[in-house]
């Protein structure tokens, strides 16, 4: 058995190629593009279009194996046209794929340096506790509000279809901003660090048909803007004075004003401060900063 077994092996091992270091990078690249790519296929609409295409495919199969002529003539003719219209159907998971892939930094994470970065501003505790109190206070008044607070992505396409406020992000603000019968009380309020950086802004709806019909048009566009960035969307009910919130797709509702505090904690990106780092060759502490320390 064992003698069977190291023929077997040495079978094996004769018929692989020689394999260099160019060659085994390469095949760990491969299977991690095909990890990704199966990844993002079954968390969109793709999955089912595949599963789609594999019964067209073992048709195929069937087709070739009793020589269906006729058949295999359409389906050559045919396939041209099937990658296209396959590109356009999936053209918004297809963009979302590449905004995501742009989105990771790869270049920043992989390489040992890095240039001069300025990190934005993002909103801190001070901010997170005027809003969960105005949304505390408009839901028991039942005021309708949309709050989208700007995480990594920048939201200026959406900014620019509102009125310009730049304002110190607090209660008394917000709660005026969506009053009814004000000027800026119909459509969402971006917020940019801790200034509110426009009002009446309007937002893409969402499209998916798993959303409870009882839902309107507000929940739709807080969900719908969560589904193209990274934004966190606040939703304050005008019929029952509920707050949800809207994150990557995902609408989590009847918060309570702690509830809502912790996830927007939770969901903080790191860093309140702008900052100018220096371009520096390795990641490290730089001089000034050690000598900073031992003073």
């Keep these: 058995m064992q003698e069977q077994f190291r023929i077997l092996t040495d079978n094996i091992i004769r018929r692989m190629p ?51 002529t006729t058949i295999l003539w359409l389906g050559r003719n045919v396939l041209g046209f099937a990658v296209t219209a396959l590109i356009v159907v999936l053209q918004p998971e297809l963009r979302k794929a590449l905004e995501e892939l742009g989105n990771k930094q790869i270049l920043t994470n992989v390489l040992p340096f890095s240039g001069t970065k300025e990190e934005q501003g993002t909103f801190d505790t001070k901010t997170i506790n005027e809003i969960t109190k105005a949304c505390v206070e408009m839901g028991k008044a039942r005021t309708g509000a949309l709050i989208v607070i700007e995480c990594k992505q920048p939201l200026h396409d959406f900014e620019r279809t509102g009125i310009d406020v730049d304002g110190l992000v607090t209660s008394q603000l917000l709660i005026n901003i969506f009053e009814h019968n004000t000027p800026l009380h119909d459509g969402a309020v971006i917020i940019r660090g801790n200034r509110i950086a426009s009002a009446t802004c309007y937002l893409p709806l969402s499209d998916n048909m798993n959303l409870d019909k009882n839902l309107g048009t507000r929940h739709r566009a807080g969900l719908g803007i969560s589904e193209v960035t990274d934004a966190i969307t606040i939703i304050v009910s005008e019929e029952t004075g509920k707050i949800s919130t809207a994150y990557k797709g995902w609408l989590e509702r009847n918060l309570d004003g702690d509830k809502l505090k912790e996830r927007l904690k939770m969901l903080q990106p790191e860093g309140n401060e702008e900052v100018k780092k220096p371009y520096k060759l390795f990641k490290g502490r730089s001089k000034a900063q050690k000598v900073e320390k031992e003073n």
């Design 18 to 68: 020689d394999m260099d270091l160019a060659s085994a990078v390469e095949i760990i690249i491969i299977a991690f593009l095909l990890y990704h790519i199966l990844n993002w296929i079954k968390n969109t609409r793709a999955w089912s279009l595949l599963k789609g295409l594999l019964i067209i495919l073992a048709f195929w199969i069937i087709a070739l194996y009793f020589h269906m």
